[in-house]
């Protein structure tokens, strides 16, 4: 298997530091602004976390919404539809981030309920555009 240059780095040197690309994860890391630090996982990830893994040839940085016996399901924060995703697919975990040059405290107080939060009100965002698009429907019918 030939491994994609950040595989290799993350194998290599058992870290990856890269700006962001996306707002898949939106607020919480913004397109090109925010640097994050990706480390190989040791053990399975928790709910919460936020996992790199590979989707076909591409790379997504997203949180563990459920962990199930050998898969994920993985949501972004900006994002409605959840992926699953399994175990060998999962690259690392999202271990820093830093907002220009600060860093964002991942163990404190404040981004563990944001993390908790943005969890608990996306089934909620979810109905709601379900409830919006059938009154749009309802609404074109008449």
Do not use: Q, W
Not at 25 to 33: A, I, N, Q, T, V
Not at 44 to 55: E, G, N, Q, S, T
Not at 76 to 101: F, Q, W
């Amino acid at each position: 298997m030939i491994l994609s240059d950040i595989e290799k780095i993350i194998a290599d040197e058992g870290v990856f530091v890269s700006t962001t690309s996306g707002v898949s994860m939106y607020p919480l890391l913004r397109d090109r602004k925010d640097t994050i630090v990706v480390t190989p996982s040791t053990e399975r990830l928790k709910k919460y976390d936020v996992a790199l893994f590979r989707r076909g040839d591409s790379y997504v940085l997203h949180r563990v919404i459920e962990v199930l016996p050998d898969s994920y399901v993985i949501r972004g924060d900006n994002c409605i539809m959840p992926d699953h995703v399994k175990d060998a697919d999962i690259l690392g975990r999202l271990t820093g981030i830093y907002r220009s040059e600060k860093e964002i405290d991942m163990l404190g107080r404040g981004y563990r309920l944001y993390s908790r939060l943005i969890v608990f009100i996306s089934p909620l965002v979810r109905l709601k555009l379900r409830l919006k698009s059938v009154f749009n429907h309802i609404k074109h019918k008449k």
